[in-house]
């Protein structure tokens, strides 16, 4: 059952892909939306049931949003009439480790079903053959056979766009770099007025994937164009302006994505154009593409940009660690780099509220015992151009990525402490050691504290970077659905605990209950 969405459903395609080549001679049914079926239909061996008409930015007022308890129900009745073996393997959206360990929809709901995607097929999927005679006769049709160019697709929901004033002077720019800017998108959403652009409005998507494939780089919001880009060996930028899902369950999946996220609350940092053109020159600058480098705290991919001068680019990991990427690198060797970690001026003692920053090295030999650092906001990133001393510095530590390099080395947070407050955010001590953490700690969490054990915090409450916590009052329902009652009790307890309502109420009887049987 595939998603109303583009992104949704290409992304979906790779799980379809994977059974399909794992039980050939299943009957594979799919649920998916008609708006699709070019891509659909070049899927072999499939049976494809089609949701009622869905909303669209072209007819806001026609269409239905989640019809997907209509399909779960077509879906059961299609089991009982079943006469051989069928595999149920019903995905939900959210798994309750799912925020963290970062992963996108396409990766919780392929591990509910037992799916292990490698590295190699964690992105979505396009069915395209090989480049072939009709690639190149699409691109002689537009102009732009042996013309290198930039692939841009401003529109998607209102909520999610970036501005086409903005896009307009990025594509002016980059067209002085010697390139064409091709949009793709809805022709009822508006033209880009930049000088020479060449439009492809109305064509079948899969000819749209073909001219995204060519390109020397596809920029868009986070929409299913994108996630459909992110399919293609080549550098993506992703503008990501929507706070209301956390980035890594929207994220387009590349190991060449580079996704540019607005902070919440973002009146004082809208993207810039500044920051996405310099961002678009690096990546086109390169003669290949290259993997994103690696997150020196927790080892994940450091896919997020907060900042891009002519000087350098600032990413950011799922874990809130931030890296002044100044060189083009695969693969940063941890070793090398040394934290950055903003502490009070006086050791945490004082009563000053001017940060300062404290260097340690990034190795389980060197890391002290115990730190004192500012939590921020976990909503905001951090710019490195905030601080004095900026261009010595290589990377900025956040609560989460410090615990993670701190674990990652066999070490424990023994004890969390919290200090006092200042202008910079609330000023902590966490130390650490060999032994086994026993009871239960405090940590600073979305502007609230929680209390919970180390071990639970780090199975289902870390990376809050990207979330609040609304996003994780739904953790022991789907901590229920998933049959892992034990862990839903645990969550259920914690939540109740900062949020007394009736719902969560709820969910802690049904915890209870199920934990009884």
């Known amino acids: ?32 939306d008609k708006r699709w079926e070019n891509i659909l239909s070049a899927i072999p061996g499939i049976s494809i049931r089609w949701y009622p008409e869905a909303l669209d930015p072209r007819h806001p007022s026609r269409g239905v949003i989640g019809p997907y308890q209509l399909a779960e129900n077509e879906m059961r009745s299609i089991l009982k009439k079943g006469e051989r073996q069928i595999l149920w393997a019903f995905g939900h959206f959210i798994l309750p480790d799912q925020f963290a360990r970062g992963e996108t929809t396409l990766e919780s709901i392929a591990r509910s079903i037992g799916l292990d995607l490698t590295p190699e097929i964690k992105r979505a999927y396009v069915p395209l053959d090989p480049p072939d005679g009709s690639d190149a006769r699409l691109l002689k049709d537009f102009g732009l056979e042996g013309v290198p160019y930039i692939a841009i697709c401003p529109h998607t929901w209102p909520a999610r766009i970036w501005g086409y004033d903005r896009f307009t002077e990025l594509g002016i720019h980059i067209s002085a770099l010697g390139y064409k800017i091709v949009v793709i998108g809805l022709p009822e959403l508006g033209e880009l007025p930049v000088p020479g652009v060449i439009n492809t409005f109305g064509l079948p998507l899969l000819d749209v994937a073909k001219i995204i494939r060519s390109s020397r780089l596809f ?9 459909m880009a992110a399919a293609f060996d080549i550098p993506v930028i992703g503008i990501y302006t929507n706070a209301i899902f956390p980035t890594p369950e929207v994220r ?9 996220v607005e902070p919440s609350p973002p009146e004082n940092h809208r993207i810039s154009v500044e920051t996405l053109f310099n961002l678009s020159k690096e990546l086109l600058g390169r003669e290949i593409p290259l993997p994103n480098p690696v997150c020196p705290a927790c080892l994940a991919s450091l896919d997020y940009v907060v900042e891009a001068d002519e000087e350098f680019v600032n990413r950011m990991c799922v874990c809130g660690v931030q890296l002044k990427e100044t060189a083009i690198v695969p693969i940063i060797d941890s070793r090398e780099i040394r934290m950055m970690v903003p502490c009070n001026a006086r050791d945490g003692v004082g009563n000053s509220d001017e940060g300062s920053w404290v260097l340690y090295p990034i190795d389980g030999e060197h890391l002290p015992d115990e730190i004192t650092m500012i939590v921020r906001n976990p909503f905001r990133p951090i ?21 993670a390099l701190y674990s990652r080395n066999g070490l424990h947070t023994l004890e969390t402490r919290f200090l006092m407050k200042s202008d910079h955010g609330e000023l902590w001590r966490f130390r650490f050691s060999n032994e086994e953490p026993k009871g239960e700690l405090e940590f600073p969490w979305g502007g609230i504290l929680i ?67």
């Open 1 to 32: 059952m595939l998603g109303q969405g583009l992104g949704d459903t290409v992304n979906g395609l790779r799980i379809v892909k994977i059974v399909r080549e794992n039980f050939r001679n299943a009957h594979s049914i799919v649920f998916a």
């Open 219 to 227: 920029i868009g919001h986070d929409s299913g164009i994108t996630h």
């Open 252 to 260: 387009a999946l590349s190991p060449y994505a580079s996704l540019v």
């Open 383 to 403: 710019r490195f151009r905030e601080y004095p001393d900026w261009k010595e510095r290589e990377a900025i530590f956040s609560e989460d990525g410090l615990l």
């Open 451 to 517: 209390r919970t054990s180390f071990s639970l915090y780090k199975a289902f409450f870390r990376w809050q970077t990207w979330s609040t916590p609304l996003r994780w009052r739904g953790l022991a329902k789907a901590a229920l659905e998933s049959g892992q009652a034990a862990a839903a009790l645990e969550i259920s307890r914690v939540v109740y605990r900062f949020d007394r309502s009736f719902k969560n109420l709820k969910n802690l009887i049904r915890s209870l209950l199920a934990n009884l049987r």
